[in-house]
């Protein structure tokens, strides 16, 4: 059998280790979580804190949105383009 050292890994791990005493549920959707905070920050940014049209892009609805944005602590305020004069 060859030196398992100097074997390479079949997957790379894209974020930190879970903690210790997480369960194998939490380790699987800490990633998805991720993801989801980051398609809403992007999709708000892109329609300038218009919430309603971020849930028809997202594809959900709009309470959903406003509940996983408080989870998230987004605020749509933060992206709104200040007037120009």
Do not use: C, W
């Amino acid at each position: 059998m060859g030196d398992q050292q100097n074997e390479s890994p079949t997957f790379a791990l894209l974020a930190d280790p879970a903690p210790i005493g997480s369960s194998l549920k939490e380790v699987g959707e800490a990633p998805a979580a991720d993801a989801e905070r980051q398609a809403i920050r992007r999709v708000i940014q892109q329609t300038s804190g218009n919430k309603t049209e971020t849930a028809r892009l997202l594809r959900t609805a709009f309470k959903t949105l406003l509940i996983k944005m408080k989870h998230y602590g987004i605020d749509a305020a933060s992206f709104k383009k200040s007037p120009t004069l």
